[in-house]
């Protein structure tokens, strides 16, 4: 199923929303109306099968993460040669203050390979963190001496941050989206 997100349930977004709740079910369009006005957003979805309102205020900045990190990890979940931070646990809901992703030792494609080719589409990335028990700092005072922590070492090896700033457009952030899709395929 598609998923697509509707930014206000005001006038101007009536008549695209009633197109889209018209055309999912022929489409297979789960179609997620999201309005500072909870009410506002359920009367244009009315009750629809494909239709979905949520509470969307924009200037919170944990639930914009939270939407763009739930947007990566909802088109990027099935791909199977990669690793993805959970969407949640059974305590606790993650909230994307970065958006990782690991490549798998079995990846056709390896961690240069990606950064390069998302940055010959003017796609911004960035490793993930170097282990603390690696880095000349601690290392040099003595900390972690005989420490050896392989899963740190992996993913700071095959991992890398997607561009997930509050100042993304959601065109932006279908580019990169696309992007990803189409490197890792």
């Not at 506002?40 to 939270?66: C, M, P, S, W």
Request: hydrophobic share 40%.
């Amino acid at each position: 199923m598609k998923k697509i997100l509707v930014i206000g349930a005001g006038r101007s977004a009536v008549t695209l929303i009633k197109y889209l709740l018209d055309n999912s079910i022929a489409n297979n369009w789960l179609v997620t109306v999201a309005d500072f006005s909870i009410e506002l957003a359920e009367k244009a979805v009315a009750n629809h099968t494909n239709g979905k309102a949520i509470l969307f205020n924009v200037t919170d900045e944990i639930q914009r993460k939270y939407e763009i990190g739930n947007y990566y990890y909802n088109h990027f979940k099935n791909i199977k040669n990669v690793i993805l931070q959970p969407n949640s646990l059974s305590y606790c809901k993650n909230i994307y203050w970065v958006f990782g992703i690991v490549l798998k030792k079995n990846n056709k494609i390896k961690i240069k390979e990606m950064i390069k080719e998302l940055t010959n589409r003017n796609i911004g990335t960035r490793p993930f963190f170097w282990p603390m028990h690696k880095q000349d700092v601690f290392k040099n005072r003595g900390f972690f001496k005989s420490v050896n922590l392989p899963n740190s070492e992996f993913i700071a090896k095959n991992g890398f941050y997607l561009p997930s700033g509050l100042g993304l457009t959601s065109v932006e952030l279908k580019f990169v989206k696309d992007a990803v899709i189409s490197i890792l395929k």
